[in-house]
């Protein structure tokens, strides 16, 4: 058995880090590509290792050979046409090796986890091809399997039709392909495509002609969950980085991100806060039957998605400003109170107070168990630390804190006697456990009522539809929400949000269900984390739970977000980098836990059930 690696191609798309060497010569946290490919098949026995080098492959050529000429059975091909042909080409130039022995056909572009190449080298069948299940961030060369797991086609990325993607398999561009197979089969076709259609093509689309001919002889063999990567871009490089790093720096690259896992799927985040009942399948299918049509056209300006805002809530458009997202409202309200002095309550959401800087915060540090707090106790404390601003995230986070609306109204009218700007973030107040039509104040009359209060609301978490970008701040001031309607971009709801404003009093049963659902579901979610022996809960009135690790465990709050990551891919929250923990020690003590569905929360119960 030999392999066959190909690494002639310039990676143009990697920009500066591949202007002096090749594709495989760039580095996946601190480690060249060519280097892990190597370490990986090194063990495997190979009698012979085949490198088809183009691009700067003298450099490449000498780099190997010094580094494993006496330990690897290295043999070089080079393609000297390597700037206008593609790897059919490549493949064509080692065509004797490859009618001398079966053969791993590995490219150089590739990470993968250990354990991948065995799959192919130790199967059973001749002719094996390494499949993964399709996911939104594969592109390329797809196939399609038979019942005997053989493939029945190859299907070309600019031939995919999105209906069947249930159906396909990405190919990972690993193959073992027989020596008999190679002679006979594969070779003379890619003799005659090479004379048709030129150097400048794929060698999997000799394949893809095979399978239209039923003479392929390639069995799929998929990879489940094992990890791998194929680097064609800088975005490329760094979600590999980030898929192949452990330990502290996986956790801190997957943080940075702030999103985006969708390009993860086998991480179950419990990190950010997002309803999992809702929309229903019915509102997204209608959403996605409208897709081309929103895609296409414009969304309307601000007058007609404030009118749908209103809609949404039932109170006058102009009390309402719908933003991209709360953060949009949130950072335009810190810019318009720039000036005087913001009172908080901390621990708390800390984007408001990013977004003024801490010199001109005062913070309120509850001292009650489980940083448990009252209107009464927030008028007494800002009575003698007096502020121009007022914040009260409701329920806060992340403690989970609950102040009832009816004493939001006092503490509203106690601010206004004072001259504060109170701003009520209830982004969560929908999870909160209250009658019907006693949660929001976002409402006609309570706004009227205290036109120096204003509401903000973010519709990612509780509408779980994060990728929306939706939020509002409404105020009975006009002025105010005049001036927000002023500084966003006049094109600042996309059509998709704006057709899910305007849909969305058609699923307001639905959505009161979705509501009642995950109360129940924290509910039950809080009595098995209060099992966990080494684990202190604190009760809840929002979608999550701000948990204390006992100081007699081994963990802290890093190393229990580490070992969760590492060992069960669930990524929870530390709140270390939180202001607010007077103690030193608690800062390392606390984390937060997401509210998910109930599989997701048995699975992550369990992780911590086997932690000791």
Same mark, same amino acid.
């Given at each position: ?75 070089? %091909? ?5 700037? #206008? ?14 009618? *001398?022995?079966?053969?791993? !056909?590995? +490219? ?28 939104? &961030? ?52 890619? +003799? ?16 893809? %002609? ?17 990890? &791998? ?10 979600? *590999? ?20 896992? &969708? ?12 309803? =999992? ?15 081309? $049509? !929103? ?13 749908? $805002? ?25 810019? #318009? ?9 901390? =621990?708390?959401?800390? +984007? ?23 209107? $009464? ?73 205290? =036109? ?38 006049? &094109? ?5 949000? +704006? ?36 684990? #202190?809960?604190?009760?809840? *009135?929002?979608?999550?739970? !701000? ?46 836990? $997401? ?18």
């Amino acid at each position: 058995m030999q392999a066959i690696i190909l690494a002639a191609g310039m990676g143009r798309r990697l920009g500066a880090f591949t202007a002096n060497h090749t594709k495989c010569m760039v580095e996946v946290n601190g480690e060249k590509l060519i280097d892990r490919l190597l370490t990986q098949i090194a063990p495997l026995g190979l009698d012979r290792i085949v490198v088809v080098t183009g691009y700067e492959g003298e450099s490449l050529r000498n780099y190997l050979t010094d580094t494993y000429g006496q330990s690897l059975p290295l043999v070089f %091909v080079d393609n000297p046409v390597y700037d #206008h042909t593609n790897n059919i080409y490549s493949l064509w130039l080692a065509r004797d090796y490859l009618t *001398a022995d079966d053969t791993l !056909l590995l +490219e150089s572009d590739l990470i993968f986890g250990d354990g991948i190449v065995e799959m192919a080298l130790y199967d059973p069948h001749p002719n094996v091809a390494l499949v993964a299940k399709y996911e939104p &961030w594969m592109d390329g060369t797809m196939v399609t399997l038979g019942p005997d797991g053989q493939i029945d086609h190859f299907v070309a990325g600019n031939n995919l039709d999105f209906r069947d993607i249930d159906s396909y398999y990405k190919t990972v561009n690993v193959y073992k392909l027989s020596r008999d197979f190679s002679t006979n089969v594969y070779l003379p076709f890619l +003799e005659a495509y090479i004379r048709v259609m030129g150097n400048n093509e794929y060698y999997e689309q000799v394949l893809r %002609v095979l399978t239209f001919i039923d003479n392929s002889d390639l069995v799929a063999l998929p990879v489940g969950n094992k990890l &791998w990567y194929e680097i064609d871009d800088i975005q490329d490089l760094r979600i *590999a980085e980030t898929l192949f790093a452990s330990g502290p720096e996986r956790l801190a690259k997957l943080q940075a991100t702030y999103g985006g896992y &969708w390009r993860f799927p086998f991480i179950l985040d419990f990190c950010y806060l997002v309803n =999992p009942y809702f929309p229903t399948p019915g509102m997204i299918g209608e959403l996605k039957a409208r897709f081309e $049509a !929103l895609l296409r056209q414009y969304p309307s300006g601000m007058g007609v998605n404030s009118l749908l $805002a209103g809609k949404y809530f039932g109170v006058d458009a102009d009390f309402i400003c719908p933003g991209n997202g709360a953060a949009e409202l949130i950072k335009a309200l810190m810019e #318009h109170s720039s000036t005087g002095r913001l009172g908080i309550v901390e =621990p708390t959401f800390e +984007e408001y107070p990013n977004r003024r800087g801490r010199g001109s915060v005062v913070a309120f540090r509850p001292q009650a168990p489980d940083f448990a707090y009252t209107a $009464a106790d927030l008028m007494e404390f800002f009575a003698t630390h007096p502020v121009d601003t007022l914040l009260v995230i409701n329920p806060d986070n992340p403690s989970g804190n609950l102040i009832p609306p009816a004493d939001l109204e006092i503490l509203a009218s106690w601010a206004a006697e004072h001259s504060v700007r109170l701003i009520i973030d209830e982004s969560f107040i929908d999870f909160a456990p209250l009658p019907a039509g006693e949660s929001t104040l976002i409402d006609n009359e309570i706004l009227r009522r205290h =036109p120096s209060m204003v509401v903000v609301k973010s519709i990612s978490k509780s509408y779980g539809v994060p990728g929306l970008r939706l939020g509002v701040a409404a105020s009975a001031d006009k002025e105010l929400i005049a001036t927000l309607k002023r500084e966003v971009a006049i &094109w600042n709801i996309n059509s998709f949000a +704006e057709y899910y404003m305007q849909i969305f009093g058609k699923y307001e049963k639905q959505y009161a269900s979705a509501c009642r659902r995950i109360r129940a579901e924290r509910d039950r979610l809080g009595c098995l984390l209060q099992s966990i022996p080494w684990l #202190h809960t604190a009760p809840s *009135a929002a979608n999550y739970f !701000l948990c204390r690790i006992d100081p007699s465990s081994r963990f802290d709050s890093h190393t229990l977000a580490l070992e969760l990551l590492d060992h069960h891919d669930i990524l929870i929250k530390d709140c270390a980098s939180k202001h607010g923990f007077d103690h030193p020690d608690d800062r390392l003590r606390y984390v937060r836990i $997401a509210v998910r569905d109930r599989a997701d929360n048995d699975r992550l119960i369990s992780a911590l059930r086997s932690l000791s």
